[in-house]
């Protein structure tokens, strides 16, 4: 017998008898919820041993593309990696439509329903905003302040905002502390650190960002936790980076890297299959690489670049030559992917595919 358990976040008696009811019920229970930040309260007892986690994604781009056009989908799952099929150049053509298109509306199950429907990235587009509503209203209910529910769409501008100016980087120590700073400068300096700070562990829990680290001149010993911030749905993040104004050129790089981060993160549950706490990028010589990912496995090290682009990565070239990685892994738009000595190429859209 299983027994399902929705929105357990809104009864912690219940969720505090769950050890309890699977011993009478002699059953397992699934207990899901879209606000799980809320069972960090003092009221909510933690059954220590009786709790699997497990995190759950919207839908990848492999659930979208079978969604979207399963003979695609199947083209897909045949094509090699990271060497190039120059039989077939349409289909690369094809499955950068394909992920673009996903980078723009995300991976929410109803706003892949409402594009399917009407075929109409507006309808899509206007689902999503719902569904953003929705969890804003939701929220309001666990904030007291009428200031502290007005705090998430300025942390998720802010957000948008240290992104698109990465490669100045922070001028605060994490990522947390440079968004409180941003929040109480540009919106209300009435603003606490305390409420900043609770509305982004808020937003954490949830499900709506996640943290990246950062590896001080290669050394993955010296590693700092939180020093940036992405979103974890890319139709969410377009929706703010486009409100943000800036280039698409920019937008679409930084879409980029926002989606090459969720997959590394998914990389880290278990089985784990790279090292780190959180996926990581990193700073040498007065330059910035993208991602450094090490396997757990083998220990390999990769230095990971994403380029819209023909652009060169030169501080990762100088870390290569310098025996700081093992390998150098481009990831691009407009490839169809290829691997000459230590570097390799591949497309975004088959990264999903990508055995580091």
Known sequence: MVIIIDEIQE??????????S??????RFIITGSYLGRILEPEFKYASG?????????????????ALDENLYQTWLRLPVPEADDSCPEVYEQLKEAYDLYCQIGGYPKVVEAYLEKQEILAAQKELVRIIQIFLEESMRYFKDI???SVFTNIFFSICR???RKKKGLEEDSASEELQKLVTRNYSSNLSKETCNRAINWLYHSGIIGFCGKVIEMDFLDFKPGRRCFFMVPGVASYYLNRVGTTDATIHGTLNENYVFINLLKSQDFPEEITFEM??????????????VQTVKGHRRYLVEVKSGKGKAATA??????GKGDYLLYLKGGTKGGKEGKILTLPLYMLERFMF
């Open 279 to 292: 996926p990581a990028f990193a700073t040498y010589k007065g330059g910035e690489i993208d991602y450094v």
């Open 50 to 66: 009786d709790i699997t986690r497990l995190r759950i994604y919207t839908l990848s781009f492999e659930e979208f593309l079978e």
């Open 317 to 322: 070239l100088k870390a290569l030559e310098a």
């Open 162 to 164: 240290i992104l698109l």
């Open 147 to 149: 200031i502290d529910i």
């Open 11 to 20: 009864s912690w008696e219940i969720y505090n008898r769950i050890r309890e």
């Open 22 to 27: 699977a011993r009478q019920f002699s059953a």
